[in-house]
């Protein structure tokens, strides 16, 4: 139990475009989902946090008008990359935070790499 | 605010031997949660050991133990009889649920090479 998908797993886009980027806990419902953001070899950075049926919170620093988040249900987030350029080229993982509580309760998604040429 | 420091960015270790990965943390907080997190090559997060500050025993999984230290705030990872699987980047995590944010503070990892 308890898993986390993300899709897609891989994209490359051209520069300008935007990009979707999906988060879905397949056998719980999430309150919160969090997305992360990984440059190689470096650690995660929290980018923002997101509750269904509210708007997300974003870390200092991040962007709220190039990425986009949207928590539409108790399964699924969205991260929308807008008008993307080669320096948001990176990691990005998702976790998801489930109803029922507890410390273990914080799930890791496999992550999407995006590559903007 | 919390922080978590891992000094080792890079250990390498004879495969069947032991080897201890260091954390250590601040935080003005009692209670909390701390966590040993493991990426392989495939990226994927994987949950490899977790403490609760509350409880003074040790925590351990199998070949994994944690050091944990509370007055000190610091947080070892002990990995016995290190096999060829175990060469990944580890991650010392920090949170506190009873944030109202409910985020996970991560080192800045260490990466992990075996031996043959």
């Known amino acids: 139990g308890a898993v986390v998908s993300q899709h897609p797993s891989w994209v490359i886009c051209k520069s300008g475009t935007s990009v979707k980027i999906e988060c879905r806990s397949l056998d719980f419902q999430a309150t919160t989902m969090f997305w992360y953001r990984q440059f190689p070899k470096q650690s995660l950075m929290l980018m923002a946090t997101s509750n269904e049926g509210s708007k997300a919170t974003y870390e200092q620093g991040v962007e709220k008008d190039k990425f986009l988040i949207n928590h539409a249900s108790l399964t699924l987030s969205t991260l929308t990359v807008t008008s993307a350029h080669p320096e948001d080229s990176s990691f990005y993982i998702c976790?998801?935070?489930?109803?029922?509580?507890?410390?273990?309760?914080?799930?890791f998604g496999p992550g999407t790499r995006l590559l903007v040429l | 605010a919390q922080t978590v420091t891992q000094s080792q960015p890079e250990m390498s270790v004879q495969e069947a031997e032991t080897v201890t990965l260091s954390c250590t943390y601040d935080?003005?907080?009692?209670?909390?949660?701390l966590f040993w997190y493991k990426q392989p090559p495939s990226r994927q997060m994987i949950l490899v050991i977790r403490q609760e500050a509350y409880k003074q025993q040790n925590a351990t999984e199998n070949r994994f133990s944690v050091n944990f230290q509370k007055a000190a705030k610091s947080f070892s990872l002990k990995i016995s009889d290190s096999q060829l699987g175990d060469a990944a980047m580890y991650f010392c995590a920090y949170r506190n649920p009873m944030n109202r944010d409910d985020k996970i503070i991560f080192g800045k990892g260490t990466r992990l090479h075996i031996l043959p």
């Open positions: 976790s998801a935070k489930s109803l029922a509580g507890g410390p273990k309760t914080q799930y």
């Open positions: 935080t003005s907080e009692s209670d909390y949660y």
